[in-house]
């Protein structure tokens, strides 16, 4: 198992990439605590891992507020005594250009993504050197490298956590600590359907474009969740300040 004796702790695990990632996770040997803003679905995914053997526990948590940044990381502390991997997964979105996107539309996205990258960074980097160092993972995307249509302040959170990973990389490295991004693609979560339809499309024609990058399909979550263990595992070991890109072929086509 890659995260045997880990500990991780992941923002935005009550569904889709976080949910299966925090499971991943597990899997692999560590022990998770994940956060999200609904306590019914975070306590369901925690108890999912509980029953197939695992160890978890869901923190109710807004990555926006500091407080609440700040007692995540310490309840986790006081749950499992380290933080060897953080996921900041935590992030909403709003198909919107500049003139359309509302001032609390923008802030949302750019506090929900960057800000609570940097706010949940910033209290557990200290325990992360106490302990000798560890590794952070942020979720990007490829619209952070390429940009896309409809989603300006997406793709200014999404480009600024890559800018952002280099730069903690750079500080932290003699730390011991890693900072890398994973970039996805078009991935089977629930944020697809509603963004089809804040955008005036049937599934079926969001699909439609969402498969005609290389490999012809949408990505699954689980494809992701794999990207993360392995920036989180020792098989990353020699990996900081990158972006890794898990969208099938979107890019490069």
Known sequence: MRLEGKVGLITGGTAGIGAATAA????????????GRNSERGEAVAQSIADAGGEAMFIRSDVRLAEDC???????LERFGR????????????PKTVPDCTEEEWD???DSSLKGAFL???????????????????????????GGDKAAAYCAAKGGLIVMAKAMAIDHG???????CVCPGDVDTPMLPDDAAKRGQSWEEYLAGCTSRPLGRI???EEIADAVVFLASDQSSFVTGEFLVVDGGGIAG
């Open 70 to 76: 700040r007692q995540a990381v310490e309840q986790t």
């Open 120 to 146: 949940m960074s910033k209290y557990v980097i200290p325990s992360m050197i106490e302990s000798g160092g560890g590794s952070i993972i942020h979720t990007s995307s490829g619209w952070g490298i390429l």
């Open 174 to 180: 003699p730390d011991g600590i890693r900072v890398n």
């Open 24 to 35: 991943r996770f597990a899997r692999e040997g560590a022990s998770v605590a994940l956060t």
């Open 83 to 94: 933080v060897d991997i953080l996921f900041n997964n935590a992030g909403v979105f709003h």
């Open 219 to 221: 990505g699954t979550v």
């Open 108 to 110: 949302e996205t750019i």
